[in-house]
Each structure stands twice: as structure tokens, then as C-alpha cells.
Nanobody, 115 residues
Framework: QVQLVESGGGLVQAGGSLRLSCAAS????????MGWYRQAPGKQRELVAA???????NYADSVKDRFTISRDNAKNTVALQMNSLKPEDTAVYYC?????????WGQGNQVTVSS
């Protein structure tokens, strides 16, 4: 089992910045992918950004050039720096840890961007 604890999020005005952090603990394996997903009311959960242990990243087109994902493999943490936030970025953001066919999810943090 893997446990994920998220922090960060909150309320910010459009154009502002927020940082999300996620710490993984438990049965951590050396090769894994960590990432952030979000779900807005009435919409499906979608990928925001992901990063492998080797540092390869993948971003949703809607957040490229605004969000940056990073990780610390020694501490099993992943962070999402969100800049130039827009009202459409409002959602619950979830941290995900994946290895092989197994997915683990954090509890979710609300991010609200006011116009």
C-alpha cells in the first residue's frame, strides 16, 4: 500500500500562483510515476501533469507554459507549481502514484481561482 498526503491549494485571484505538494509513503518502489489530476464540477477527472522517476514529464495542453511539475525521489514527493492561474483551473486537484498496474490517489485539494 502507498499513502499520499497532499498540501497546498486554496483560493487565489486570476493571474496568481499556488503550489501543491504531495508526499508518498509506504511500499514505495524505485520506478514509478507521480502526477496531478483535477476534477471540476460536472466534469471528468483529467490529467494535469505527470513525472517519472527519471524526470520525464507530460502536461495537459491547457496548462503548458503555466504549470511546472517537479519531484524529489529521495523524499518521495511531487509538487505542482501553478502560475498565471485562470478561473477555468478551478477544480479539486488529486495527487496520483502509479507503478505497474497499480494506482494510488491522494485525498484531493480544492483550488479556486476567482475572476
Amino acid at each position: 500500500q502507498v499513502q499520499l498526503v497532499e498540501s497546498g491549494g486554496g483560493l487565489v485571484q486570476a493571474g496568481g500562483s499556488l503550489r501543491l505538494s504531495c508526499a508518498a509513503s509506504g511500499s514505495i518502489v524505485r520506478i514509478n510515476t507521480m502526477g496531478w489530476y483535477r476534477q471540476a464540477p460536472g466534469k471528468q477527472r483529467e490529467l494535469v501533469a505527470a513525472i517519472t522517476t527519471s524526470g520525464s514529464t507530460n502536461y495537459a495542453d491547457s496548462v503548458k507554459d503555466r504549470f511546472t511539475i517537479s519531484r524529489d525521489n529521495a523524499k518521495n514527493t511531487v509538487a505542482l507549481q501553478m502560475n498565471s492561474l485562470k478561473p477555468e483551473d478551478t477544480a479539486v486537484y488529486y495527487c496520483k502514484y502509479r507503478y505497474g498496474p497499480y494506482d494510488y490517489w491522494g485525498q484531493g485539494n480544492q483550488v479556486t481561482v476567482s475572476s
